[in-house]
Structure formats: C-alpha cells, structure tokens
Nanobody
Framework: QVQLVESGGGLVQAGGSLRLSCLAS????????MGWFRQAPGKERELVAA????????FYTESVKGRFTISRDNAKNTVYLQMNSLKPEDTAVYYC?????????????????WGQGTQVTVST
C-alpha cells in the first residue's frame, strides 16, 4: 500500500505562487511515475502534470505550460508542483497520484494510487 500525502495548498491572489508537495510512504516511490491532477467544482478531474520514475520525462497540460513545474526528489520520496503566475481558473482540489506506467497517468487510463487532495484557491 502506497500512501500519498499532499501539502502546500492554500489561498493566494492571482499572479502569486504556491508549491505543492506530495510525500510518499509504504513503497519505494522511485519505481513509479507520478502526477498531479486537479478537480474544480462541477468539472471533471484533469491531469495537470506528470513526471517519469527517474525524473527524465515530464508532461504538462497546455493550460499550465510555462507556469507550473513538476519535479521529484526520489531520495526524499517526494514530488513537487511549483505553481507560478496563478490564475483564478487554477482554483481546484489538487491530487497527487502514482502509477507504474507514466502513459497511463498522461492519458488517464489507469492510476493506482491517490492522495487525499489539497485545496488551492486563487482570488482575483
């Protein structure tokens, strides 16, 4: 069983920054691709970013390219999402996720492990 715990969410004004962290425990996180999803009220869950197990490949949804950066520190079993130039439309609950196959995370076909979510609210 893999436990994923997000932190770093909060309330921020438009144009501001937040860094989300996801700490993994229970299994070695280095063997998993990881990603961040978000879900806004009344909307479908969507992938924000993903990173391969070794950190060598990344994926970003078009709406966050140039503003968000996903990274990982396998020695600390932690994945990060640095969010800059935040917009009100970024408001959502953000979820950390892990799966053995990065492509499954990118296309939403399979996600084995989920965190509990952390709220990000961007005010105007």
């Amino acid at each position: 069983q893999v436990q994923l715990v997000e932190s770093g969410g909060g309330l921020v004004q438009a144009g501001g920054s937040l860094r989300l962290s996801c700490l993994a425990s229970g299994r070695t996180v280095s063997s998993y691709a990881m990603g961040w999803f978000r879900q806004a009220p009344g909307k479908e869950r969507e992938l924000v970013a993903a990173v391969s197990s070794g950190g060598g490949r990344t994926f970003y949804t078009e709406s966050v390219k140039g503003r968000f950066t996903i990274s990982r520190d396998n020695a600390k079993n932690t994945v990060y999402l640095q969010m800059n130039s935040l917009k009100p439309e970024d408001t959502a609950v953000y979820y950390c996720a892990a799966d053995a196959i990065m492509a499954h995370i990118v296309v939403g076909a399979r996600v084995d492990y989920w965190g509990q979510g952390t709220q990000v609210t961007v005010s105007t």
